[in-house]
C-alpha cells in the first residue's frame, strides 16, 4: 500500500502565498504522476495540478500563472506553490498519486487525507 501525507494548509490573506508539501511512503516500486485537488463546501473535486516522474505539468485555468508544481524523485514528495491566493482558492487540498506498489503490478490510484486551506482577510 501507498500512503501520502499532506502538510503545508492553513489560514491566509488575500494576495498572500503558501507551500503545500505531500510525500508518499509504503510499497513503491514507482510513481507515474502525483499531483493536487481541491474540494470547495458543496462543490465536486476538481483538478489543480499534476506532475509526471518526468517532469509534464498540467494546471487548471484558474491557477496558471499563480501556482507552481514540482516533484522530488527521490523524496517521493510533490510540492504545491500557491501563490497570490484569492478567496475562491478556499478548500480541502488533496494529494494524489499514481503508483505501481510491486514492479510488473497493476498502477493505482491514491489519494491523501487532505490539508484545508482557507483564504480570508
Known amino acids: 500500500q501507498v500512503q501520502l501525507v499532506e502538510s503545508g494548509g492553513g489560514l491566509v490573506q488575500p494576495g498572500g502565498s503558501l507551500t503545500l508539501s505531500c510525500a508518499a511512503s509504503?510499497?513503491?516500486?514507482?510513481?507515474?504522476?502525483m499531483g493536487w485537488y481541491r474540494q470547495a463546501p458543496g462543490k465536486e473535486r476538481d483538478l489543480v495540478a499534476t506532475?509526471?516522474?518526468?517532469?509534464?505539468?498540467n494546471f487548471a485555468d484558474s491557477v496558471k500563472g499563480r501556482f507552481t508544481i514540482s516533484m522530488d524523485n527521490a523524496k517521493n514528495t510533490v510540492y504545491l506553490q500557491m501563490n497570490s491566493l484569492k478567496p475562491e482558492d478556499t478548500a480541502v487540498y488533496y494529494c494524489?498519486?499514481?503508483?505501481?506498489?510491486?514492479?510488473?503490478?497493476?498502477?493505482?490510484?491514491?489519494w491523501g487525507q487532505g490539508t484545508q486551506v482557507t483564504v480570508s482577510s
Open positions: 494524489n498519486c499514481t503508483a505501481r506498489p510491486i514492479r510488473f503490478g497493476p498502477r493505482d490510484n491514491y
Open positions: 509504503g510499497s513503491i516500486f514507482s510513481i507515474a504522476a
Open positions: 506532475i509526471t516522474s518526468g517532469g509534464t505539468t
